[in-house]
């Protein structure tokens, strides 16, 4: 099944595995039969299928975004690091070609410097083909660290992080309790990048309700440049049952844009975005309308596509193939 970690929220774009499903990345043989521990629902984005995912740490440190669910049942802690180095020594005897690495739950970068580079250690002790490490992060996970400790991360072998900011509407991200302002989210990214990370940026349409498709989108557009991202997602908010958000809805406090809404903020940001150099995707189950390119090379072939199906001449995805 799939969710998003920034529609319900860790953003960007997420998959549950569950069980044996999580010991190997997707795909690929479990040779030794190993059993992984891994504890509660878990989450990837859709660019680590065939990664190998590591349970570092339980839920999140934040929790309090009002659209998200991922990690209401949890509460956060740092799981024991000799459990984790335990897990990895196990997953290298199964699987030591494995790529790439995804340090899980929802924001594994809060983990001090010293238990981060005994982890990224034992990784490439045990994994000699390994190729990249990444995991969630929020801005407030790196405004804690110093450039010279993110880049001693980098340095072994952390390369990319997920941050999901959904909106860079200074009025959104305080109604859905975001934790971080838009100047946060940009000095985030400045940090990652002084640091020679990369990073991977989630926004998620209807996030400012009816009441502010405008400035959620235009100042959404202004985060995305501040923030230059390498990889750039949109996802579509889906209210969730049992959500803060679910019960604003209840009480006439929130109201979903309409379709041809959503369709206009999307427009808006790949229009008046300016990254150097990003790849940018709306293929999650959540969006109405598929597309992909790379910007700035594809935004007029991209904003030409969504031009055609605010004007009805492209089909858009069915309510009944929409999914989180």
Excluded at 179 to 198: L, P, Q
């Amino acid at each position: 099944m799939a969710f998003t970690c920034a529609g319900r929220l860790a953003i960007i774009l997420t998959v549950s595995w569950h069980d044996r499903d999580l010991i190997m990345p997707q795909g690929m043989p479990d040779p030794q039969g190993t059993t992984m521990r891994y504890e509660g629902r878990m989450y990837r984005p859709p660019s680590e299928a065939r990664s190998y995912i590591l349970q570092a740490t339980i839920g999140c440190s934040h929790n309090l975004c009002t659209y998200c669910d991922m990690y209401r049942d949890k509460v956060f802690r740092e799981r024991d690091l000799a459990d984790v180095l335990e897990d990895i020594r196990h997953a290298s005897r199964a699987y030591p070609g494995a790529p790439k690495v995804f340090v899980a739950d929802g924001d594994a970068l809060v983990m001090d410097t010293p238990r981060w580079l005994s982890i990224l250690e034992e990784l490439r002790a045990g994994f000699p083909e390994l190729r990249r490490v990444s995991s969630y992060a929020t801005a407030q996970n790196l405004l804690e660290k110093s450039v010279q400790e993110l880049r001693s991360l980098r340095e072994a072998g952390l390369s990319l992080l997920y941050i999901g900011p959904e909106s860079g509407d200074p009025v959104t991200l305080k109604r859905i309790v975001k934790g971080n302002t838009f100047e946060d989210h940009a000095e985030a990214a400045r940090k990652a990048h002084s640091a020679g990370m990369k990073i991977s940026v989630i926004v998620l349409l209807g996030a400012g309700g009816v009441e502010r498709v405008e400035e959620h989108a235009r100042e959404t557009a202004r985060l995305v440049t501040e923030m230059d991202p390498e990889y750039l997602s949109a996802l579509t908010l889906t209210v969730i049952p049992g959500t803060p958000i679910q019960r604003s809805v209840e009480k006439g406090r929130f109201e979903l844009p309409p379709v041809h809404g959503l369709l206009w903020e999307l427009r808006t940001i790949v229009a008046e975005s300016r990254p150097s150099r990003a790849v940018f995707r709306t293929n999650h189950a959540s969006n109405y309308l598929s597309l992909e390119g790379r910007l700035p090379r594809d935004r007029e072939r991209i904003v030409s596509a969504i031009d055609a199906a605010l004007r009805g001449e492209v089909p858009l995805r069915p309510e009944y193939f929409r999914g989180l």
